[in-house]
């Protein structure tokens, strides 16, 4: 793999800075709250798995609105999730979505949620709409994602491209699209449009499994709700918020596979003491080191 050598490695020391801390004076609607439009028929796993990850993360509220069988087991699952639209601060569109097999209501509602110029981030069965998105946009493709994304009529690109310097691609993705760009992989890159340039390596390779991609859109999506205000007066905000995602994702992955196979669940479940070690002060004022 061919890769140039200007690509920041995101570690605990950046992160720490992009979790949001509440505050005696904060409730639940100044934290942020985030709308999440995933799940489909074929999918409703991956609706509950993103809400997981994004109620892990910490977050005011999460606001999902989804087909009625991905609802149902969100709830089942976290009681604490609202089902009714209303206010939201930031976007999580398209895990476990089929661009194939959406519905004209479906894409209708996914295309006002891009125009409504509010942090979004945009996995899977969304990518296809992102021209529609008029706010901070972070897109989430794995390699043949990505290949869809760039590819042109008479100009394939292909996931074996991506694969031989996933970096490079992702750069150019970001410069192309004009939105931050997380490529997931075993090392993760995010570039934004602006030529920032963030790599997450670490994640143990047990990572790759069934609905992993799904958690990392709701870590990522709880942090742009908690963010909306700065992502607005910071253009450097959404890449370092997206690398901060995906740090927490491979830290949680380390720490709940502890050496053996997990579940995307488990990754999930793994957040809140990911997040704790990340902001413990050490002994001596020096901030304790998370491992992966
Ligand atoms: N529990 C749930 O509800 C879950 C729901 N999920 C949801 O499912 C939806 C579809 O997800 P998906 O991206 O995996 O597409 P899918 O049609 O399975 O693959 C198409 C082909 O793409 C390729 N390919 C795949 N990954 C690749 C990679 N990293 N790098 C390169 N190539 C890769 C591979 O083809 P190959 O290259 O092997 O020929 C594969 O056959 C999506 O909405 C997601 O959110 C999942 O999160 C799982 C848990
Ligand atoms: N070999 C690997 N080592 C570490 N992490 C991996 C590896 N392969 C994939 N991952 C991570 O697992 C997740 C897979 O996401 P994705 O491809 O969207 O799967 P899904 O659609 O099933 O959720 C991504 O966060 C990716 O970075």
Known sequence: MSEPRDWLEWDERHARAWIDVPQPVDDKYSRGVLGVRTG????????????????????????????????????????EVVTVPGRVEAWLLGSGMDAAARDDGTATALVEALAAGLPTVCDAGVLDLIAHATGPTVVTPHFRELAGLLSRPGKPVTAAQIAVSPGEWAGRAATELGVTVLLKGATTFVASPGGVRLRVTGAPAWLATAGSGDVLAGILGALLATHSATIDTDADALVALAATAALVHALAAGRASNGGPITALDVAGAVPATIAALLAPAPGGRRAATTV
């Open 40 to 79: 489909s028929r074929q999918y409703p796993g991956a609706a509950v798995l993103g809400v997981e990850a994004a109620a892990r993360t910490g977050v005011g509220m999460v606001r999902y609105l989804g087909p009625r069988r991905a609802s149902n087991l969100v709830l089942q699952r976290r009681p």
